[in-house]
């Protein structure tokens, strides 16, 4: 059980550039996440999905687009990064209902030069 | 839009000894679900503890418990007999019952602990 994956671990981009970010999970969850986390503001949501073939904005969703076509997939990408996009990206994943875990991702820690 | 405030940025303790990091939340709901969740330098996020609103009892976790004062919009963590490993970021966190069960995470505290 690898829980929740993603892919790169580190990417380093120049401004107006693309690229997408891969989350996947092995758990059957049925929701998905995808946070940034700067320093000083803890983890803002930036889209979600409640499950195959939904998605939806969350705090802050500018600049980015998401797509959950297979249930264990959940891709972000970055149509012309930013540097205000520089941050530490958490995917995560849980079963339906607000009680249940949120399992999080290792991280993808992402630079826009 | 639910709001999560940590007021203290980094908190210390010596080991063994007991130390409380402070949340405050708002929110016009009146079932929702509070976590705290720990990340190491590693920077993998934990969950630590959970509580839900419409129970009165503080949730407890070994050395982990939490004193939730729902009029007050209070959620605080108590970690009694901190040890070294206990050193992280502490984010506090509210989950909503619908629009996809949304976490709104505080800021976080860094708490170190002292040998």
């Known amino acids: 059980n690898a829980g929740v994956t993603q892919t790169p671990k580190f990417r380093v981009l120049k401004t107006g550039q693309s690229m997408t970010l891969l989350c996947a999970q092995d758990m059957n969850h049925e929701y998905m996440y995808w946070y940034r986390q700067d320093p000083g503001m803890g983890l803002r949501l930036i889209h979600y999905s409640v499950g195959e073939g939904t998605t939806a904005k969350g705090e802050v969703p500018d600049g980015y687009n998401v797509s959950r076509l297979k249930k264990q997939n959940f891709l972000l990408g970055l149509e012309s990064a930013a540097p205000s996009q520089t941050s530490v990206y958490f995917c995560a994943s849980s079963y339906d209902g607000p009680y249940n875990e949120q399992f999080f991702g290792p991280g993808t820690r992402l630079t826009v030069l | ?115």
């Open chain 2, 1 to 115: 839009a639910q709001t999560v405030t940590q007021s203290q940025p980094e908190m210390s303790v010596q080991e063994a000894e007991t130390v409380t990091l402070s949340c405050t939340y708002d929110t016009s709901e009146s079932d929702y679900y509070l976590f705290w969740y720990k990340q190491p330098p590693s920077r993998q996020m934990i969950l630590v503890i959970r509580q839900e609103a419409y129970k009165q009892q503080n949730a407890t976790e070994n050395r982990f418990s939490v004193n939730f004062q729902k009029a007050a919009k209070s959620f605080s963590l108590k970690i009694s007999d901190s040890q070294l490993g206990d050193a992280a970021m502490y984010f506090c966190a509210y989950r909503e019952q619908t629009s996809g069960s949304r976490l709104t995470f505080g800021e976080g505290t860094q708490l170190t602990v002292n040998p």
